[in-house]
């Protein structure tokens, strides 16, 4: 199947507030513009030379989603054009992303992302060190930021109950910040192996990268 019939495929069966965001990390542009054709705008990268290289080369009205993790000194590179910011798991992370937004006169936007795996190697928030900054007087004072809601990868297992678990506690907490509008509020959560877990658990926001470009190869 080409690039355009995956992507079509999940896009058909897609519910209306979920948005897709094509994980294009590792392939050439050459696929990234087959799905622009089809009609595709949004689209996720991890590292930073690879989003600004990508950036560069492909049409502007792409909505570029930093979905890595995403080092302090290297905010500066994508600061002029980021669309969202996944994976922001620090308070001074959330600093420098406002620093760099208003050097650039923009207001970026955020999701915090929240552990819930098992595992001891995800970034992330935990539900406490969340709701703690959330409520804190330091988030009124980031004027350039916009945190629009929250992201999160579930443990990387073959149990589904288990993902469905992590996915629900991540809905729960979001369901109870007083912060958001229950409207508006993005969750991210949901990848090629979990994706319809994830919308059925409340997700928004799905990244999902080898189901429609095939796997990635890292050695190239
Ligand atoms: C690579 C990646 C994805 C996409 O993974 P697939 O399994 O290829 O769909 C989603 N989210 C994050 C954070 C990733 O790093």
């Not at 290297?74 to 620090?90: M, T, W």
């Not at 923009?106 to 992302?113: A, E, F, K, V, Y």
């Amino acid at each position: 199947m080409s690039v355009k019939e995956n992507l079509l495929e999940i896009k058909n069966t897609l519910p209306s507030n979920v948005t897709l965001v094509a994980v294009s990390k590792t392939k050439p542009n050459e696929m990234i513009l087959e799905a622009y054709e089809a009609g595709h705008r949004d689209f996720g990268e991890n590292y930073v030379q690879e989003l600004v290289d990508k950036y560069e080369q492909l049409p502007k009205d792409i909505n570029w989603h930093f979905i890595g993790h995403l080092q302090s000194n290297k905010i500066k590179y994508i600061a002029p054009f980021v669309y969202l910011i996944h994976g922001v798991d620090s308070v001074k992370l959330l600093e420098e992303i406002n620093k760099q937004a208003k050097k650039n006169n923009r207001t970026i936007n955020c999701l915090l992302q929240i552990f819930i795996a098992q595992e001891e190697t995800k970034f992330g928030f935990s539900f406490d060190e969340c709701e703690l900054f959330l409520n804190s007087d330091l988030l009124s004072q980031l004027k350039n930021i916009n945190i629009i809601g929250f992201m999160a990868m579930a443990s990387n297992t073959e149990n589904v109950e288990q993902i469905r678990k992590e996915f629900k506690s991540l809905k729960e907490f979001a369901s109870k910040s007083l912060i958001f509008n229950p409207s508006s509020l993005i969750l991210s959560f949901g990848m090629s192996s979990d994706y319809k877990i994830a919308i059925g658990e409340g997700s928004t926001m799905i990244r999902v990268g080898s189901m429609i470009f095939g796997q990635r190869n890292y050695n190239i």
